[in-house]
Structure formats: structure tokens, C-alpha cells
């Protein structure tokens, strides 16, 4: 079985910079899609970035577009997430998943990904 555990997480001002980290072990995810999705309180998980196994297609939900990047080291079986020009409404924990289904490239569905590691908090201050 596959885990997933991100890190990088953390407070930062508004206008920053972070770059979270998804580690994975038990199984590598090279062949792949990875993802990072988020939730804020009191609202429901929500998709942000997506990658697909050899790293060729990328997406990004329209409220980070412009500010994240996604990118993935297939040799260190992690993914990772470079936000910048934070804002505070980009506040929420950060959660990475990965798929079970080889060569997806279907990115944006939370129903695609069957792992998912337990979250980093990112808090933006104003």
C-alpha cells in the first residue's frame, strides 16, 4: 500500500511564498497522475493542481492559475506545489493524492485519486 505525506506548510503574509512537498513511499507513483486539492473551513474539498505521470499535462483550477506550479521527481516519488503571490483566501489545509489507474490523464476529478496523504496547514495572513 502507497502513502503519501506532505509537508512544507506553514503561516506566511500575503504576497509570499511556499512550496509544499508530497512524499511518497510503500509504492512508487512514476506511472501516475498526482494532484493537490484543498479545503478551507466549513467548505468542501476542492481541486487545485494536477500532474500527469511523465509530467506532460498540467492543470490548475482557475484560482491559482497564474500563481502555482505544479512539478514531480519521478526518481524521488514526489510531487510538489510552488505557491506564490499568496493570498489569504488561498488559506486551507493542503492535501496531496495520487491515482491507482496508470497513465490517467483525467486531473481534475477528486473521485480519480485513491490516495491521499493527511494535509499540511497553509495559513496567509493579511
Known amino acids: 500500500q502507497g502513502q503519501l505525506k506532505e509537508s512544507g506548510g506553514g503561516l506566511v503574509q500575503a504576497g509570499g511564498s511556499l512550496r509544499l512537498s508530497c512524499a511518497a513511499s510503500?509504492?512508487?507513483?512514476?506511472?501516475?497522475?498526482m494532484g493537490w486539492f484543498r479545503q478551507a473551513p466549513g467548505k468542501e474539498r476542492e481541486f487545485i493542481a494536477g500532474?500527469?505521470?511523465?509530467?506532460?499535462?498540467?492543470r490548475f483550477a482557475d484560482s491559482v492559475k497564474g500563481r502555482f506550479t505544479v512539478s514531480r521527481d519521478n526518481v524521488k516519488n514526489t510531487v510538489y506545489l510552488r505557491m506564490n503571490e499568496l493570498k489569504p483566501e488561498d488559506t486551507a489545509i493542503y492535501y496531496c493524492?495520487?491515482?491507482?489507474?496508470?497513465?490517467?490523464?483525467?486531473?481534475?476529478?477528486?473521485?480519480?485519486?485513491?490516495?491521499w496523504g493527511q494535509g499540511t496547514q497553509v495559513t496567509v495572513s493579511s
Open positions: 500532474i500527469s505521470w511523465n509530467s506532460a499535462t498540467l
Open positions: 510503500g509504492r512508487t507513483f512514476s506511472n501516475n497522475a
Open positions: 493524492a495520487a491515482q491507482s489507474r496508470a497513465y490517467s490523464l483525467a486531473l481534475e476529478t477528486i473521485t480519480d485519486y485513491n490516495y
